[in-house]
């Protein structure tokens, strides 16, 4: 006779339902695969550079200049004769630290302002009036400002576009405070003689973090393309830096000619905002219940 099988424990419980669960996760929210995926595939492109036969994307040699995308040179050369391929490679960092940091710090202090202003009934109207100020200012144009007063460089990129989308989130915290402060169990602790921080941290903040997370792709997304507008209009990183933005305007004067000078830095750029839009329309769809209960 065999013995009978030991029971699994908790642990294993735990282990056995956990793929089935993510698996029926991507199955439902495909997007959020997909979106996941090429993100995942960018960062690591961007974080492995060196190691994927890459060369200096700074060396010139005018003796290969605007060369055709070959066995050799795999997107083709630029009017200095720089490797393409390597350019847009290392392109990928620029792109992605602007968009993580954009998002990470727009986030915080948006989240912050939102706060305090949605919490602190006295404080809501000044602040708002200054958010409704700035907003009623393309965020391209108040980057363009802001960039106009420094010198070119990724961490003055970073601070204009941050500047000109902390609105954005500081506007959709303030709504869902509103909304979170009049709700009874928050009444009920203000009663109980609770205090405000306690509150906030307690009862306000847990329930602004899925809106703000899904917000913050949305805004990674738009960092990216300010970036290479900025980086475009030369008003970005500078000129030497290989950046998406910098490799389209460089090659814009040779669009007709030689359209793969722009036409590859426009599809890393285009796939990377693909996905982070996809990745936050996936978390949209999982995260907001009303959405969840239609379906």
């Not at 997909?34 to 960062?43: A, D, H, R, T």
């Not at 393409?84 to 993580?100: D, K, N, T």
Request: hydrophobic share 55%; charged share 15%.
């Amino acid at each position: 006779m065999t013995a009978p099988a030991a029971p699994l424990s908790l642990a294993d419980e735990a282990g056995v339902d956990a793929k089935p669960r993510k698996r029926s996760y991507l199955r439902k929210h495909p997007s959020v695969a997909i979106g996941g995926f090429l993100l995942l595939l960018m960062i690591f492109i961007a974080v492995f550079a060196p190691l994927l036969f890459t060369v200096d994307p700074t060396a010139i040699a005018t003796s290969r200049r605007t060369r055709v995308p070959s066995e050799l040179y795999w997107f083709g050369t630029d009017m200095l004769g720089r490797d393409i391929y390597s350019r847009v490679v290392y392109g990928a960092r620029v792109s992605l630290i602007v968009g993580f940091s954009v998002a990470i710090l727009a986030s915080v202090i948006g989240l912050a302002i939102g706060l305090f202003s949605g919490f602190v009934r006295w404080a809501d109207g000044i602040v708002m009036r200054v958010i409704d100020g700035m907003m009623s200012i393309p965020p391209i144009l108040l980057a363009i400002a802001l960039m106009a007063l420094t010198r070119g460089s990724v961490g003055n990129v970073i601070l204009a576009i941050t500047v000109a989308e902390i609105p954005r989130v500081a506007r959709l915290v303030r709504s869902v405070v509103l909304s979170l402060r009049e709700q009874p169990y928050v009444e009920a602790a203000i009663s109980n003689g609770a205090r405000v921080p306690r509150i906030i941290i307690k009862h306000i903040l847990p329930n602004t973090i899925a809106p703000m997370t899904v917000q913050a792709t949305y805004i990674c997304a738009s960092a990216m393309i300010i970036e290479a507008i900025l980086s475009f209009i030369g008003a970005g990183v500078p000129p030497a830096t290989p950046s998406w933005g910098n490799i389209m305007a460089e090659g814009r004067a040779l669009w007709q000619v030689r359209p793969h000078i722009v036409f590859f830095p426009a599809l890393f750029l285009s796939i990377t905002v693909l996905a982070v839009n996809l990745l936050g329309d996936g978390l949209r769809d999982s995260l907001d219940p009303r959405l969840a209960k239609s379906i």
